[in-house]
DNA sequence: AGGTTATATTGCAATATGACCATGAAGACA
DNA sequence: TGTCTTCATGGTCATATTGCAATATAACCT
C-alpha cells in the first residue's frame, strides 16, 4: 500500500475480500478449512444452519477467491486456496486484544 | 486458532471487525490513516462522499475498535488504533495475486 | 427407471446497509 | 448574541444480505 493514487476499484477488490470474510459462519468455515479440506454435509453440521444457506456461503467464499472445491462422487469438498490467513487472524486478533485493554482501562480507571 | 471448541461470540466478534473493513470507503480511510491522523473534513474530500456517509463510516470503524479520536477545536481528528493492519492487508493482496493468477490459467489454457 | 444422498439454486420475508438531505450540537470568533 | 465551521445524528429511500423452505441437479445404487 505505497502507490500514490489508486484506481477505482483498487479498494473495492480489497474490500469485498474482507466482506466475505464478514460473517461468522464463514469465518468459522474458513477456520476449519485451515485444518484439512471438508465437505458441505460436515460443514453444514459445523455451522448449524440449513443446507442452504451454508450452501449460500460457501459459494460467496468462493466467488471471493478464498476457497476452492474438488469433486468426490456425490460430495463437493472444499478447501481454502490461500494459506496467508494466518495474516488475517492475527490481525484480527490484536484488534481484540486492544479492544480489551481499552475496556479493562475504562473499567479500571 | 487452536482452540477445540469455540464460544457463539467467537466468530461473531471477529466477523464484526472483518465487515467493518469490507467496504471499499472504509479502506480507503483504514490505508490514509496509516500515514498520520486527519480530520472529517480531508477524509470527506478523499472519500468523495457526503460528509455525513463519511461520518458514518467513521463511527463503524470506531465502534469496531479500529481507529480512535482526538479533538482539536471544532475538528475531529481520527487516527489508527492498530498497527497491525499490515498483515491484513498482506493477505488480501495474497488472495488477489492468487485470483490473478487464476483467471491467466484459465484465459492461456 | 426409480430411489436415495449430496449440493446448488430459487423464491420470499425479515433485516441490515449505504447514500443522501436536513437538522442538531459544539467550538471559534466577531 | 449571531454566524460560521466542523462533525454527528435522524429521516427516508433504494439496495443488499441473510435465512429457511422448496425445488432442481447430479451421482450413485438397485
Redesign the interface.
Same mark, same amino acid.
Given at each position: 500500500?505505497t502507490m500514490k493514487t489508486?484506481s477505482p476499484s483498487f479498494? #473495492?477488490?480489497? $474490500? *469485498?475480500? *474482507?466482506? *466475505? =470474510? @464478514?460473517?461468522?459462519?464463514? =469465518?468459522?468455515i474458513v477456520?476449519a478449512l485451515?485444518e484439512k479440506e471438508i465437505c458441505v454435509c460436515e460443514l453444514t453440521d459445523l455451522v448449524g444452519a440449513d443446507q442452504s444457506t451454508v450452501s449460500r456461503h460457501l459459494s460467496v467464499l468462493k466467488n $471471493? @477467491?478464498?476457497v476452492d472445491t474438488r469433486k468426490e462422487g456425490p460430495m463437493i469438498f472444499y478447501r481454502l486456496?490461500?494459506? &496467508?490467513? #494466518? @495474516?488475517?487472524?492475527? &490481525?484480527?486478533e !490484536?484488534?481484540?486484544r #486492544? !479492544?480489551l485493554e481499552?475496556e479493562e482501562a475504562l473499567v479500571g480507571g
Open positions: 500500500m489508486k479498494y #473495492e477488490r480489497r $474490500a *469485498a475480500i *474482507a466482506k *466475505a =470474510l @464478514g460473517h461468522p459462519s464463514r =469465518l468459522m477456520d485451515q $471471493a @477467491g478464498l486456496r490461500v494459506k &496467508c490467513l #494466518e @495474516g488475517f487472524f492475527m &490481525c484480527i !490484536n484488534v481484540l #486492544e !479492544n481499552r
